[in-house]
């Protein structure tokens, strides 16, 4: 079955910390991959996306990912956190055709710590 | 914003009772989806309409229906709530519905069933 795993629940890192969010997926096939954001009693935003152009992919407010198949993994980073960084992070996957619905993971709660 | 339009944001109601939530998707999306997010589950994709027609089904009750309609709106229709129904309900819509678009989330819907 199509997954995807995020390690830790809870993240906690201190202001002008690096960042670093994991995800890794479940594939025979390349896969789409994203990141999204939900700040409290709000949506889910898209902070980027990989699909097959470069491994590295630059996201909004300072974050990127680095796609790596050997690994099956999409980490999620930020060379500095900021104190508006303090959400609930969900990696996300889908596997081509015309079915584009999402697979989540269970989420990573940051948590930044002046 | 998203441009992802969802109606009601709150509702409290009744086990047995039956709610319809609706969705407007961005303009000039075609394809609209339908997640429910709560504590124990996460992240649970329902189903995917494109431009009016059932795309794919995931983790949707028997209980619960969806359709989209020309003006290319949703709606979700939930009936004989039980207490375990009670979850954020997001809407979201695609250009095309295929994979490795990005997908939109409005802001939810919270249904609390008592």
């Known amino acids: 079955a199509q997954s995807v795993t995020q390690l830790g629940s809870h993240v906690s890192v201190s202001e002008g910390a690096l960042v670093l969010l994991r995800c890794n997926y479940s594939?025979?096939?390349?896969?789409?991959l994203f990141w999204y954001v939900q700040y409290p009693n709000q949506g889910l935003q898209l902070l980027l996306k990989?699909?097959?152009?470069?491994?590295l992919v630059k996201g909004i407010n300072g974050f990127e990912a680095e796609f790596k198949k050997s690994e099956t993994s999409f980490h999620l980073t930020k060379p500095s956190a900021h104190m508006s960084d303090a959400a609930e992070y969900f990696c996300?996957?889908?596997?081509?055709?015309?079915?584009?619905?999402?697979?989540f993971g269970k989420g990573t709660k940051l948590s930044v710590k002046p | 914003d998203s441009g992802v339009t969802q109606t009601p944001k709150h509702l409290i109601t009744a086990t047995g009772q039956r709610v319809t939530l609706r969705c407007s998707p961005r303009?000039?999306?075609?394809?609209v989806y339908w997640y429910q997010q709560s504590l124990d589950q996460g992240l649970q994709f329902l189903i995917q309409?494109?431009?009016?027609?059932?795309?794919a089904k995931g983790n949707i009750l028997e209980r619960f229906s969806a359709q989209q309609f020309p003006d290319l709106h949703s709606e979700l229709n939930l009936s004989s709530l039980e207490l375990g129904d009670s979850a954020l309900y997001f809407c979201?819509?695609?250009?095309?519905?295929?994979?490795?678009?990005?997908?939109?989330f409005g802001e939810g819907s919270w249904l609390t069933v008592v």
């Open positions: 979201a819509s695609s250009r095309d519905g295929s994979s490795g678009n990005t997908i939109y």
């Open positions: 303009s000039g999306d075609l394809s």
């Open positions: 594939s025979s096939v390349p896969p789409y």
């Open positions: 309409y494109y431009n009016g027609e059932e795309r």
């Open positions: 990989y699909t097959s152009a470069a491994t």
């Open positions: 996300a996957v889908s596997y081509g055709g015309s079915q584009g619905n999402l697979i």
